[in-house]
């Protein structure tokens, strides 16, 4: 028995040695295919975690989709635990919305998108559809950072294991293997899902999502030469109606019509098949990224022991992963540019603001490509680094937008304008290259207008036109028109409906720094109308004469003004309604030149007001917004109408209304103020907001002279409220109360203010 023993351990032992003995070139090939799938390809990177445990050794990689990413980012060098890492920190929904930094837009594109709840092209007065929901611009760029230290390798067969991705020539119907050229641009044409994303253009060729002709490319993996493929699959099975609740899920669902049948083969090619259970997510929930990377993780466990054999049989140690850090700064010594055909490179270059032969971070170059794309002037921005020796060449590929007219519509209800609907027009290079005009019809219980016209000249004095028209009515306390203007006192009135109208023209000059600091000087003509009815209808024998008028009519304010003005604003605020983080300011300086002196009161005045505000994350969630802000006159003219009233909420610039919580609208009148806010924002939930707000301030004639701006605030109110970022705009709900009234306030605000 105990020779037995014996020669059974020698005979274990013999084969050991002879396993080890095993050339490399013997070993058996092997390939790992990865389908796409969406969100549903994270489940890619817990299938690659098992796969690295158990010592495998991947001689080549083809995938689809979001397997082509993650398959183009494990073959370039990136181990399945960074992988894993930079997936759970990123937000890939942002990425792929395409939802570029408020920061990287100017002043009059902030206005833009805060403003308008859909923009349509409308070129040849005929509406017309983007081609995406989104251009792929920021996860292009997050790709050229994560891939730049393969940028310079053009042949996929070089990277640390030989990789391949497929996409599909939407005008030729046909498959395309890509498998050369420029890495971050290959994975993204083969992730252009139709409907999602606009088609990428890669060597002339027209290019949409791999997976509607390929979605698990196994038979060119086993031409590469892979003798034993692993395969994960996130594709799910057809389904019902309950389920189909996107445009998405729909194409989706046809393309699944034919991709089934083709996996029923495909999986019978595949030595090692791993199918985590899909049919609880879509292709975009990337929010359960956690759950979807564990899925995968724990379904591949369940093949652990199969592939712990094959790494066995292979008897070759995986090539060492080590950490790939994340490219911090460059330099870039010549720019290319190609395919701007109607914008200038000095305007191109003035837009990125990198300086040449500097160096420069990553962050502020992602930060130049964002601004080019704020702009709205290219469909496309694809762009290469390669090393030329001493640094890096910047080559610019530019696809420029043909869409020039543009359909705007937006809607909003508040307490002081009501309901209104709002219908935009807006057309670039109107009359000069770099121009954009735009007319907004507002309609609702208050008609309005507003026109801008902009030359954008980014850093160099640009040039615009404003001209606007608001309206509207409120009913007020009658003190705060006696107070203002020379009325006789009348004790049978109490409140009186204000109806206040105002037409501003403005010309001006500004200048521009970062998207973030702006300077603005110009002239300013405004016609003022303040005028009641109130008093006509309540006007006796026995009460004094009302002020001039006409009709029932009363007049208290109808004059022209001409001022000369200027603005400094810095706005690095990360949101404008709900911001968490940043920093604004804002100065106003107007001198009032000439008048057509209605009340016969008219002297040369100004009027100067700042607000100077800071936003912070207090900790996860949680954000303060604190800002104070201030205003007085300079100069003996008795004209009250551009004197500061306090009240309401909201965001409605007119003249110099402000709000103050705590009070209704136009409550608190005075020729100066001082005035301190600060508001809790607890983000519950995302885009839903639970909002605290206090503020205080003094508010009276020449507060300012008479020193009592710095003494104890005279009035101060408190708010509680919801916010919502809706796809319309904010949602806002507000309680507020002031304790020197003992009252309270229903502020609601539905959509974007204008």
């Known amino acids: 028995m105990r020779n037995s023993y014996f020669f059974l351990l020698m005979f274990m032992v013999i084969c050991q040695v002879n396993a080890q003995q095993i050339p490399i070139e013997d070993a058996p090939k092997v390939g790992l295919v990865l389908s796409g799938g969406g969100a549903k390809g994270m489940a890619h990177i817990g299938a690659l975690k098992v796969i690295e445990e158990s010592g495998v050794h991947i001689d080549y990689i083809g995938g689809t989709s979001m397997g082509a990413i993650i398959g183009a980012l494990y073959a370039s060098g990136y181990s399945a635990d960074q992988l894993d890492q930079l997936f759970r920190s990123s937000d890939l929904a942002n990425l792929i919305q395409d939802n570029l930094p408020r920061d990287a837009k100017t002043f009059y594109e902030k206005e833009n998108s805060e403003r308008y709840a859909l923009t349509l092209p409308f070129n040849d007065f005929k509406l017309s559809f983007p081609q995406g929901l989104s251009s792929g611009q920021n996860i292009y760029s997050t790709l050229v950072r994560m891939l730049?230290?393969?940028?310079?390798?053009?042949?996929?067969?070089?990277l640390q294991i030989p990789f391949f991705c497929i996409a599909t020539n939407v005008e030729t119907g046909k498959e395309v293997l890509l498998n050369s050229g420029f890495l971050p641009e290959a994975i993204l044409a083969s992730g252009t899902f139709p409907s999602l994303f606009q088609p990428a253009e890669v060597d002339g060729q027209i290019l949409i999502d791999g997976g509607v002709l390929n979605n698990y490319p196994v038979d060119e993996l086993r031409a590469m030469g892979a003798d034993i493929v692993i395969g994960v699959d996130v594709q799910h099975g057809l389904r019902d109606r309950s389920s189909l609740s996107s445009a998405t899920e729909i194409l989706l669902q046809i393309n699944n019509f034919r991709t089934i049948k083709d996996m029923q083969r495909k999986s019978e090619l595949t030595d090692i098949y791993i199918k985590p259970d899909m049919n609880n997510f879509s292709v975009i929930d990337f929010e359960l990224k956690d759950t979807i990377i564990n899925t995968g993780e724990q379904v591949a466990l369940g093949h652990k022991e199969a592939l712990e054999a094959l790494a066995a049989k292979q008897n070759r140690a995986p090539a060492p992963r080590p950490e790939i850090p994340i490219q911090d700064s460059l330099m870039v010594n010549?720019?290319?540019?190609?395919?701007?055909?109607?914008?200038s490179r000095g305007y191109i270059k003035g837009k990125l603001r990198i300086d040449l032969n500097e160096k420069i971070s990553f962050a502020k170059l992602q930060q130049g490509i964002n601004n080019l794309a704020a702009t709205g002037n290219f469909k496309t921005i694809r762009y290469e680094l390669t090393s030329n020796g001493l640094g890096q060449d910047l080559i610019m590929n530019l696809t420029e937008s043909t869409d020039k007219t543009f359909l705007r519509i937006a809607a909003h209800y508040d307490n002081l304008y009501k309901s209104?609907?709002?219908?935009?027009?807006?057309?670039?290079n109107l009359l000069l290259q770099d121009d954009v005009a735009s007319i907004d019809l507002i309609l609702g219980d208050n008609v309005r207008y507003n026109f801008q016209y902009y030359l954008d000249k980014g850093s160099y004095w640009s040039f615009g036109i404003n001209s606007r028209f608001y309206e509207f009515?409120?009913?007020?306390?009658?003190?705060?028109?006696?107070?203002?203007?020379?009325?006789?006192i009348n004790f049978n009135v109490n409140n009186i409906n204000l109806k206040v109208t105002d037409l501003t023209n403005q010309i001006y000059l500004q200048t521009a720094l970062n998207e973030e600091f702006a300077f603005k000087i110009g002239a300013e003509h405004k016609l003022l109308t303040y005028s009641t009815t109130t008093l006509g209808e309540q006007q006796n024998d026995s009460l004094p004469p009302p002020p001039t008028g006409s009709g029932n009519t009363t007049f208290f304010e109808k004059s022209n003004y001409v001022s000369a003005f200027g603005r400094l604003t810095l706005d690095t605020y990360d949101d404008k309604y709900f911001p968490s983080r940043g920093l604004y300011f804002d100065g106003d300086f107007h001198l009032y030149l000439w008048s057509s002196?209605?009340?016969?009161?008219?002297?040369e005045f100004s009027i100067a007001k700042a607000t100077m505000g800071a936003a912070f994350p207090l900790f996860d969630k949680m954000s303060l917004n604190l800002e104070t802000e201030g205003g007085f006159k300079l100069g003996t003219s008795r004209v009250t109408s551009f004197d500061f009233v306090l009240g309401g909420f909201g965001n409605y610039p007119l003249n110099n209304f402000q709000s103050f919580l705590g009070y209704d609208f136009l409550s608190l009148p005075g020729n100066s103020y001082v005035k301190a806010y600060a508001r809790f924002d607890f983000e519950f939930s995302p885009k839903n907001h639970l909002l605290f707000a206090a503020n205080m301030a003094n508010v009276e004639d020449d507060i300012f002279r008479t020193g009592e701006w710095f003494t104890a605030p005279d009035y101060t109110g408190y708010g509680v409220g919801y916010g919502w970022e809706s796809f319309f705009g904010p949602v806002q709900l507000i309680y507020s109360w002031s304790p020197e009234t003992e009252e309270g306030n229903f502020f609601f605000s539905l959509g974007y203010w204008f």
Do not use: M, Q, W
Request: cysteine-free.
């Open 334 to 343: 010549r720019l290319v540019l190609e395919g701007n055909t109607n914008f």
């Open 473 to 488: 009515e409120k009913e007020i306390d009658y003190r705060v028109i006696e107070s203002n203007y020379d009325v006789p």
């Open 420 to 428: 209104a609907a709002l219908i935009n027009l807006t057309r670039k």
């Open 148 to 158: 730049y230290h393969v940028k310079d390798i053009r042949d996929f067969n070089k």
């Open 597 to 603: 002196d209605f009340n016969d009161n008219f002297k």
